[in-house]
């Protein structure tokens, strides 16, 4: 940087001991300035076209300009020289290896009247720094919400051990009008913690601002791009849900964002700096600390100004802020699935298996789920909407998804076998029922009554009625045995004053019957 003038009275009096011929070590001894300053002045007086006499007659402020004239123009010529290699030292310093103090040796030694080091430094960085020109961005009240997360992370501790046991990542919001902020603790930078922490944000403000402004993160953008980045589906619902529009900050921009950017060191100095040597065992025991010093940081006074964060919102800001829905935000996902030939689609996440209407079987569908409900569509209509189940392989289904030969099989239950064994006779009611009570399992009973409706049907009533007598007489109360009577025409027979009802088993029965030859017949053979 240039040198500080001296006043024009001292420079005055170097004129005047200059005149009476004083010489400029001594000069310099009785004004008390470096013998340089001295030659300067004495260099600069003898260049200007008036005699001594003269510019002693003239006041304070004459003389000045004309100094100044002749310092302008000496500078000017000197940093013109500097001028011209300007974009070549801007260019050499963001090289590998180059320094300030390399491009000044370069420098003098084609300049050797040229600027002292300060002063090379000086002026680089000053041409620099006119490049970067900042914009005041005027916020209004209600339009933008700023979002991002802290660089550092909160150590939760093990409540047994007292060691660190998880780090926990810091959300951070403010407004733009109000700078009215929001701090919480969350597990992760994930989408779902993401979402969850805007969510309650929104409900701590009480209403939604025009936009949301957040960081990069791979929660808010899937894919970076100066006009027009690829935003998370999920945050794009959220935006959507509460009326609101969602503007990613530019990557690698931070100034798009400086406000928050700038509550991330505020936030570190008010609530991180006096909690810093507290330890905490659980997330809500760390959110409760952290929202007791987020009072605090949005009660304090802004500097030389007599508001606070809270007082500006309160006045300006939250009235004008979107009111939010009465029912809160659920992250939806989204699968295209395939429905299987049993009319279901099989949701991977939980092991699921949902009903879709059976004439979709083989086609692609999409399911959109929350956490409470499955909603399945077909070419943009809704076909099929079911509470969410997690329980792993089993089936949420509505009768009217299935063919009918499907609703026969999932209505089956005691009482409807019971119900139909009513309309067939006594002795296969009393049947149906010793099958429910000697199994133990009531899908094995399920099979041997499909077994016995199935016999039923191939015999006329009487038949099948004498058959189930037999069984119930001999106490063989399933499907193989009432099927050996039926098959072997042994319906016919009176089993009512069997002697001996061992000798009336379905194999005895076989032998007698006339039209088997037995063994005798080959013995005579």
Not at 162 to 190: H, P, R, T, W
Not at 258 to 280: C, D, Q, T
Not at 432 to 446: C, G, L, M, S, V
Request: net charge positive.
């Amino acid at each position: 940087m240039a040198a500080k003038r001296i006043n024009m009275s001292k420079i005055k009096q170097v004129l005047l001991l200059y005149r009476e011929k004083k010489g400029k070590r001594e000069i310099a001894r009785i004004i008390g300035i470096s013998k340089n300053t001295v030659k300067k002045y004495i260099d600069i007086v003898s260049s200007l076209e008036y005699s001594l006499p003269e510019l002693l007659s003239k006041d304070e402020e004459e003389l000045a300009r004309l100094i100044s004239l002749n310092d302008k123009k000496e500078e000017s010529n000197r940093y013109k020289n500097f001028e011209e290699n300007l974009d070549y030292y801007k260019k050499e310093l963001g090289r590998h290896c180059v320094s300030r103090k390399l491009l000044w040796l370069e420098y003098r030694k084609s300049e050797p009247e040229g600027y002292e080091y300060a002063q090379f430094c000086h002026h680089l960085r000053q041409s620099i720094k006119s490049g970067k020109v900042s914009m005041i961005i005027n916020h209004n009240p209600g339009e933008q919400l700023y979002v991002d997360f802290a660089g550092k992370t909160w150590p939760v501790h093990d409540q047994q051990f007292g060691v660190k046991s998880s780090k926990k990542q810091l959300f951070i919001a403010n407004l733009g009008y109000s700078q009215y902020g929001y701090v919480e603790a969350v597990d992760s930078q994930k989408v779902e913690d993401f979402i969850a922490a805007l969510r309650r944000c929104l409900e701590y403000f009480g209403g939604a601002p025009k936009s949301i402004i957040p960081d990069n993160l791979k929660s808010a953008v899937i894919k970076t791009d100066r006009y027009e980045p690829t935003l998370n589906r999920v945050l794009e619902d959220f935006g959507n849900h509460y009326s609101t529009t969602i503007i990613p900050a530019r990557s690698a921009k931070p100034k798009d964002k400086a406000l928050v950017e700038n509550m991330v060191k505020h936030v570190y100095w008010s609530i991180w700096g006096p909690l810093r040597n507290h330890k905490f065992y659980t997330l809500p025991e760390l959110n409760e600390s952290i929202r007791e010093g987020l009072e605090g940081y949005n009660n304090e006074k802004f500097q030389r100004r007599k508001e606070s964060r809270q007082s500006l919102f309160d006045v300006d800001e939250k009235h004008l802020l979107i009111p939010l829905p009465s029912n809160k935000f659920e992250l939806k996902k989204y699968r295209r699935l395939q429905v299987q030939k049993n009319s279901h689609v099989y949701l991977s996440e939980d092991q699921h298996y949902y009903s879709v209407p059976h004439v979709l079987m083989g086609k692609k569908v999409k399911v959109i789920y929350t956490n409470s409900l499955v909603t399945i569509y077909f070419n943009y209509a809704q076909i099929a909407m079911h509470q969410r189940n997690r329980k792993p392989h089993y089936y949420t289904t509505r009768k009217e998804h299935l063919p009918s030969h499907f609703n026969d099989y999932k209505d089956r239950s005691p009482e409807y076998y019971t119900k139909w064994a009513a309309t067939q006779s006594v002795a296969t009611q009393k049947i149906i029922d010793k099958i429910f009570t000697n199994r133990h399992h009531p899908e094995q009973a399920y099979r041997t009554c499909d077994g016995i409706k199935h016999l039923a049907k191939k015999v006329d009533k009487l038949t099948f009625a004498k058959a189930c007598q037999i069984a119930i007489a001999y106490q063989c109360y399933s499907y193989t045995f009432i099927k050996t009577l039926i098959d072997n025409s042994m319906t016919d027979q009176d089993f009512s004053q069997a002697d001996d009802p061992d000798k009336y088993t379905p194999t005895n029965i076989a032998q007698n019957h006339e039209n088997i030859r037995g063994s005798k017949y080959y013995k005579t053979k």
